[in-house]
T-cell receptor, first 113, second 113 residues
Framework: DADVTQTPRNRITKTGKRIMLECSQTKGHDRMYWYRQDPGLGLRLIYYSFDVKDINKGEISDGYSVSRQAQAKFSLSLESAIPNQTALYFC????????????FGPGTRLTVL | QKEVEQNSGPLSVPEGAIASLNCTYSDRGSQSFFWYRQYSGKSPELIMSIYSNGDKEDGRFTAQLNKASQYVSLLIRDSQPSDSATYLCAVNIGGTSYGKLTFGQGTILTVHP
């Protein structure tokens, strides 16, 4: 089984809808991250969490919220989706005692019509 | 100036040649440097990490770090068509234990038979 899983893998929704993307990991890592990727713009950090009680905004947090339900679970919500949130979303984890290496989930392709 | 810069390419090399990918970064305090490979529509996967000045070799891959010049590179020897992908450079801008990575926009590599 994959160490970092994301659900759903693909989602098409309409403008104004609330969407939740979920991430689970079995690596036992403390740190979890949400990124979005757009063509030509690389990976941009949306939110990150260093433990269950520690949530931090990344460079592009507007329009997004997150919840760290447990060490292994980190969810990303779009409260009212808009078309420019169409992108590929990745969850990643890293080990607090490690080397900053991040391990990525398979990604969620989100399309907002 | 972007914090992590890469030439977006595309870089095209013949099969069997050496592919050279370059990355510059803005923060002299950075201490961890990573190269990820990303196939189209897939998640980034770690190829190499490097933390000290000099070269680090792993199979056909060599990472080179020059902190004085704020430059990190990846050499791929005996390039294969299966190496065709986007290569992402990542740096822990902000220094050790900061827990975040900043990614460049990626270099597209094409290896033609």
């Amino acid at each position: 089984d994959a160490d970092v899983t994301q659900t759903p893998r693909n989602r098409i929704t309409k403008t104004g809808k609330r969407i939740m993307l979920e991430c689970s990991q079995t690596k036992g890592h403390d740190r979890m991250y949400w990124y979005r990727q757009d063509p030509g713009l690389g990976l941009r950090l949306i939110y990150y969490s260093f433990d269950v009680k520690d949530i931090n905004k990344g460079e592009i947090s507007d329009g997004y919220s997150v919840s760290r339900q447990a060490q292994a679970k980190f969810s990303l919500s779009l409260e009212s989706a808009i078309p420019n949130q169409t992108a590929l979303y990745f969850c990643a984890t890293s080990d607090l005692r490690g080397s900053d290496t991040q391990y990525f989930g398979p990604g969620t392709r989100l399309t907002v019509l | 100036q972007k914090e992590v810069e890469q030439n977006s390419g595309p870089l095209s090399v013949p099969e069997g040649a050496i592919a050279s990918l370059n990355c510059t970064y803005s923060d002299r305090g950075s201490q961890s440097f990573f190269w990820y490979r990303q196939y189209s529509g897939k998640s980034p996967e770690l190829i190499m990490s490097i933390y000290s000045n000099g070269d680090k070799e792993d199979g056909r891959f060599t990472a080179q770090l020059n902190k004085a010049s704020q430059y990190v590179s990846l050499l791929i020897r005996d390039s294969q068509p299966s190496d065709s992908a986007t290569y992402l450079c990542a740096v822990n801008i902000g220094g050790t234990s900061y827990g975040k990575l900043t990614f460049g926009q990626g270099t597209i590599l094409t290896v033609h038979p």
